[in-house]
């Protein structure tokens, strides 16, 4: 799990909002995450099946991505991926810094997708039948 506060650096459009290629961001480096914890290697994410923006993100948000390996096979990691927004700002203007605890988390984007390390990449869980 990765959290992180969104600032207004990562907006792209108006009224301060979020570009979704931001997410994608966020699922690439939890994808990185999962592979060095089950190969020992950060490996390569070969392609999304699925990527859904559910709800907007603005700057000052705090996210949480989180990822599963939902099948291993020889080379190939199939994961699935979430993100849920977890404080939001209030965006009144009369209190620039008031925020609030998002309860239960937000859904806002979700997606799947497979990586690859290759055999010779692969340092932990090396499987017995090769």
Same mark, same amino acid.
């Given at each position: 799990m990765l959290r992180v506060r969104l600032s207004s650096a990562d907006a792209? +459009? #108006?009224?301060n909002l979020v570009d979704? #290629? *931001?997410?994608? /961001?966020?699922?690439g480096d939890v994808a990185t995450e999962l592979l060095i914890r089950h190969d020992g290697d950060e490996g390569l994410f070969c392609a999304y099946d699925r990527v859904t923006f559910l709800a907007p993100v603005y700057g000052g948000d +705090? @996210?949480? #991505?989180?990822? *599963?390996? @939902?099948h291993s096979g020889r080379t190939s990691r199939r994961m699935e991926f979430q993100v849920h927004?977890?404080?939001?700002?209030?965006?009144?203007? #009369?209190?620039p810094s008031a925020a609030c605890v998002v309860a239960p988390p /937000?859904?806002?984007?979700?997606a799947s997708g497979t990586c690859v390390v290759p055999l010779e990449k692969q340092r932990l869980n090396k *499987?017995?039948?090769g």
């Open positions: 792209h +459009y #108006a009224g979704g #290629a *931001r997410m994608m /961001q966020l699922f +705090y @996210v949480e #991505a989180t990822g *599963r390996i @939902v927004k977890v404080v939001t700002s209030l965006g009144d203007p #009369a209190q /937000q859904l806002v984007a979700e *499987r017995e039948d």
